[in-house]
């Protein structure tokens, strides 16, 4: 069956919105203060060692920026792929939004700063306090500051994910032009790769930072691995929620491709 025959069930964007609610409102105006209190204390903290140690301290820089690109792929295949907004903890912040985005594209150009930002912000904190917590001034001191400065970056390049993934979906001249040129130039998400992941039934090009591992990830069939490893050891079946079950089966990679594997699971 192509993708086009696809019997694709989705909720609809009026009850997806109507779950985002002040009460997490004030959990993400509460992570994004939380965020820049740890990662400012942390840059000031770092800021007398970069001038001794200024390679370790680009080479741990860009390992960040990359590793938040493989970030930003595997917490938005979590999203997409597992659980409902039922979800207990993660169904109403954090799956939520995702559901939104695949029925409603454009949702995400409406939000703003703290919608868009909060999710992220909330995941990247324990990261930050870690960071800040981190001593600097011991005998590892290099690969303390080297798991510092790396982790900070990512956690920076995390927060940033989803105001790139926005600037993705919004119309030519409503981006600042220096954005469009980074788009160009792919570092940061290009619009026009970013649209393959919106592509039914929506189970590739994850990574939405810079999408450079994309590409990757899925020659070497990353996440249909994992997907086959959950349904194998769980019987969970992926993009259930996202897509209804049956279109779910219809494209899950399952361990064995049989009618009676989909039968059982489809029962279960
Ligand atoms: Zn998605
Ligand atoms: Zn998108």
Redesign the pocket.
């Known amino acids: 069956m192509s993708n086009k025959d696809l019997k694709i069930q989705q909720h609809s964007a009026e009850e997806l919105r109507s779950l985002y609610t002040w009460k997490h409102r004030a959990f993400e105006i509460t992570s994004i203060v939380l965020f820049w209190t740890f990662t400012l204390a942390t840059a000031v903290k770092v800021a007398p060692y970069v001038k001794a140690s200024p390679w370790l301290t680009l080479a741990a820089f860009l390992t960040g920026f990359i590793v938040a690109d493989w970030v930003s792929g595997f917490v938005h295949w979590l999203a997409d792929t597992w659980g409902s907004t039922a979800t207990p903890l993660v169904g109403k912040a954090l799956i939520r939004p995702f559901r939104e985005?695949h029925v409603d594209?454009l949702a995400i150009t409406r939000h703003d700063y703290i919608e868009t930002n909060g999710n992220n912000c909330a995941i990247s904190v324990p990261w930050a306090l870690g960071s800040l917590l981190t001593p600097l001034d011991h005998s590892w001191h290099h690969f303390a500051l080297f798991m510092v400065v790396s982790i900070t970056s990512m956690i920076f390049w995390v927060m940033m994910t989803n105001q790139f993934?926005k600037w993705?979906?919004e119309p030519d001249d409503k981006r600042p032009t220096v954005v469009t040129w980074l788009q160009r130039l792919h570092l940061i998400l290009p619009p026009e790769h970013?649209q393959i992941?919106?592509t039914r039934p929506f189970l590739d090009y994850y990574c939405i930072t810079t999408g450079w591992l994309n590409w990757p990830l899925k020659k070497i069939g990353f996440y249909r691995t994992s997907e086959r490893l959950v349904t194998a050891y769980l019987g969970w079946i992926p993009r259930k929620d996202d897509i209804g079950l049956n279109a779910a089966l219809s494209v899950a990679p399952l361990p064995e491709q049989t009618e009676p594997a989909r039968q059982q699971l489809s029962e279960n």
């Open positions: 985005h594209q993934h993705a979906h970013h992941h919106h």
